[in-house]
């Protein structure tokens, strides 16, 4: 399913809209290019989880995974791109992230650990603004629309 997202508070919206069905389990892959919003969704992601419009939210590119408390469940926020592949992950709390919410910058480098019926988000640069093609299950889907 493709989003148009033509521009900065519409990539917002979408990763706002989608925080209402995600559950602790949850792992949403967040594919691109450089540039083509994958931390700004993660932002915004993690903002509206948390409750919290202010909050500090970095990029994890060099610390490679960062945590945040919402409510009773943690976020898991990885940014894999420095990685080579997956092997360094059990080291970066892997295992332990499965029980929370995971987002994940750069999944190409999960290699065998790829989830299951994760959501997949693949953001692109269309003209001005983006499009964001997804695909997985039907309740992110659904709410996407």
């Known amino acids: 399913m493709q989003v148009s997202l033509p521009d900065e508070a519409a990539t917002i919206e979408l990763a706002q809209k989608l925080t209402k069905v ?3 389990g949850d792992v949403v892959l967040l594919a691109g290019p450089l540039g083509a919003g994958k931390t700004s969704f993660a932002r915004a992601f993690i903002r509206a989880l ?9 990029s994890p590119t060099f610390t ?4 945040y408390e919402a409510g009773e469940v943690t976020i898991w926020h990885y940014d894999l791109w420095r990685l080579q592949d997956h092997t ?3 080291e970066l709390g892997w295992d332990e992230a499965q029980s929370g919410i995971v987002l994940v910058e750069w999944p190409d480098r999960l290699g065998p650990l790829m989830p299951e019926g994760a959501l997949f988000v ?3 640069h269309a003209g001005d603004g983006r499009v964001a093609d ?4 039907d309740k992110f889907l659904r709410v996407a629309v």
Do not use: I, K, M, N
């Open 64 to 67: 490679l995974v960062q945590q």
């Open 50 to 58: 948390s409750g919290d419009a202010g909050l500090t939210v970095p």
């Open 122 to 124: 693949t953001l692109a």
């Open 22 to 24: 995600v559950r602790a």
């Open 88 to 90: 360094a992950l059990e």
């Open 134 to 137: 997804l695909q997985g299950p």
